[in-house]
């Protein structure tokens, strides 16, 4: 960088405060069309397992416990998933989505990455591993 350029920035730096954010005190708006956590909504979930099997990263299970009760649990690696949407792409029935606004995944505990969404009772079925796995 040439001298100029570096006192003309120096300068601006010194009347326009620093451009760096104080994160986590201070938080930029997340961008519109960003992905964070994948979330599942039960209400019209068939069961299909249309995303589980376009999933490139290996990344989603979908458990039935009973298809006509319309008992599934979803299993989401979230340390697997690349964010690349095509899960919520697969699904017709709109259940997936990628919000914005979920993205401070940093943890020190690996058992964070695995979510279950479901209901509470199912849940501990799948995770008391009395359940079959398929779609
Ligand atoms: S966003 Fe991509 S990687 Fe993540 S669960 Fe969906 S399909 Fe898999
Ligand atoms: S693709 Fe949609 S409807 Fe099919 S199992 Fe996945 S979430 Fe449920």
Redesign the pocket.
Known sequence: MKLGGMWRDAIKALVQGPSTQKYPFERLKTPERF?SK?TWDLTNCTGCGL?MK????N??EVVTLDRKAKRFVFR?RVD?????????ESCNKNC?E?PEDDWELATTNRQDFEVYYGNEADVQIVLDGEAETGA
């Open positions: 992905r994948l995303c376009d999933c490139p990263a990344a989603i989401y697997h998933c690349t964010f690349c949407g095509q899960c919520v997936l990628l």
